[in-house]
Each structure stands twice: as structure tokens, then as C-alpha cells.
């Protein structure tokens, strides 16, 4: 198991602090530990910010992709620590469980549900998804760049998966 780093050089002090800074003082350990290799914890961390903290999706729509492709994908400390994120938005534990199962929260509209049906469905079964299942997405009105950042999403945590699994990363959530 890859335990968190404690000597660090001042190029991943500088970016372990602003993650802390970005999560409320809580470095999550997988950051910890890309910052043994600088330039790959500075390239996560500024694809994790173009991911997750911007584009037109909601913050909790990305969530539950993330959750869901991790949940997909066995990753215990990823289900972890984005199961704690959608607490922290007031998913209750059963609402959370329920979203592995494939049913969405309440507040998420047709588009949304649409959305994470889709990046889940890239994420297990990428060869049948074609021009049918792209029609059906912008006939709901979904533009293309939504499509992309539900893609992005779970493209990211596709990679952090495994990374996170094959490195044995702590939970810390």
C-alpha cells in the first residue's frame, strides 16, 4: 500500500496546498501520492479543476458520475470519496446506494439522468454506443459539450481507478 507522502518538493507543496485549500483543509490521498512524480500530481490536479470545478454540468451531476463509474469499476477509495462529496451535497446513504442501482436523485432532470446513463454505458460498454445513442442525447437537448464533460468525467476517474487500486491508496474519507 502506497502511504502518503512526507517529503515533498516545494512544486507539490505549493499544489498540496491549494488542493487543501479547494476540498476545506482535507488533502485527499491519492493527491498525496501523485506528488512523488511533481508533473503528474500538477497534470491531474489541473484536469481534476477542468473536470470537475468548471463546465456547464452541475457539480453533483459529476458526482454521481463518478461515483457510479467508480462503483463500476470496484474502486473502493474512489466509491469512498465520492460517496463523502455527494454526503457533503445532502445524499442521504440510501440515496447513494440507490444510484449504484441505477436510480437518480430527485433533483436531477431528464437530461442529467441521461447523461450519467450515458457515461456509464462508455464506461462498461463503449463498442455499442453509436450514432443512435448520440441522436437520443441531443433530441433531449443535450449539447455536445455536455456530452464531452460527462465523458471527461469519467474518462478522469477511469484513470484515477486504477491508479488508486493498483497503488493500494488508503481511504481516507
Known sequence: ML????????????????????????????????????????????????????????????????????????????????????????ASEPEIAAMFQGTYPDDFTNKEIALVKFARKANLDWHSIGNVELKELVDLGIEESEMLEALGTMELFIAFNRFADVMGIEIDF
Not at 4 to 31: M, R, Y
Not at 33 to 50: D, G, Q, T, V
Not at 60 to 67: L, Y
Request: positive net charge.
Open 3 to 90: 502511504q502518503a507522502v512526507t517529503e515533498k518538493t516545494s512544486e507539490s507543496d505549493a499544489i498540496l496546498f491549494e488542493i487543501g485549500k479547494t476540498f476545506g483543509g482535507h488533502v485527499p490521498n491519492v493527491f498525496k501520492s501523485y506528488a512523488e512524480h511533481p508533473p503528474l500530481l500538477a497534470a491531474n490536479w489541473e484536469k481534476f479543476k477542468a473536470v470537475m470545478l468548471q463546465g456547464k454540468l452541475r457539480r453533483k451531476v459529476k458526482e454521481v458520475i463518478a461515483s457510479v463509474i467508480s462503483y463500476d469499476n470496484k474502486c473502493n477509495y474512489c466509491v469512498a470519496a465520492h460517496s463523502a462529496a455527494l454526503r457533503s451535497m445532502k
